[in-house]
């Protein structure tokens, strides 16, 4: 008995790790609607690859790479939770609060924001000259991370 409880439990895990596989697709179709609505009002770029993340067969994340290489991770809802692009670009600013935009521009003449990360926490960002920032909910600055 105990020998087949174990295989059965064997069993049940191997499928489950095979059925959260990640799958991919080249074009937004497959995204949320909250995450295409995202995608048109904010870059002129189109989708060029979305990789959907599952855990446990369900799906967790969606990352999205435009044709101009801008990288886009969204929530399983469509919520956009980070957004990077590349160093001769900027983050559209729809997806900056306006007091971290504010410091940036005072602190940091200059330097484009090139990633935001949305955290539980607030929100960290990269600028084009490789500084990190951190800043609380609020867009209130906490501290450099060089």
């Given at each position: 008995?105990?020998?087949f409880?174990?295989?059965l439990?064997?069993?049940l895990g191997i499928?489950?790790v095979?059925?959260?596989k ?5 074009d937004?179709s ?8 995202t ?5 002129k770029?189109?989708?060029s690859?979305v990789k959907i993340?599952?855990?446990?067969g369900r ?12 990288e886009?991770?969204?929530?399983k809802?469509?919520n956009?939770?980070?957004v990077e692009?590349n160093?001769s ?12 935009s ?5 602190n940091q003449?200059g330097?484009r924001?090139v990633g935001i990360?949305k955290?539980?926490?607030g929100?960290?960002i990269?600028?084009s000259n490789?500084v990190d920032?951190?800043?609380n909910?609020?867009?209130?600055f906490?501290?450099?991370d060089?």
């Amino acid at each position: 008995m105990k020998k087949f409880l174990l295989m059965l439990g064997l069993v049940l895990g191997i499928s489950t790790v095979a059925s959260a596989k990640d799958t991919y697709a080249h074009d937004d179709s497959v995204l949320p609607e909250a995450a295409r609505t995202t995608i048109a009002n904010n870059f002129k770029s189109k989708v060029s690859v979305v990789k959907i993340e599952k855990d446990f067969g369900r799906i967790s994340e969606y990352e999205v790479i435009l044709t101009d290489g801008t990288e886009i991770s969204f929530d399983k809802n469509g919520n956009w939770e980070n957004v990077e692009t590349n160093k001769s670009k900027a983050v559209p600013s729809g997806f900056i609060p306006k007091a971290i935009s504010d410091y940036v521009a005072k602190n940091q003449p200059g330097a484009r924001i090139v990633g935001i990360d949305k955290e539980r926490s607030g929100y960290e960002i990269e600028l084009s000259n490789g500084v990190d920032i951190k800043f609380n909910k609020d867009g209130q600055f906490i501290r450099y991370d060089r």
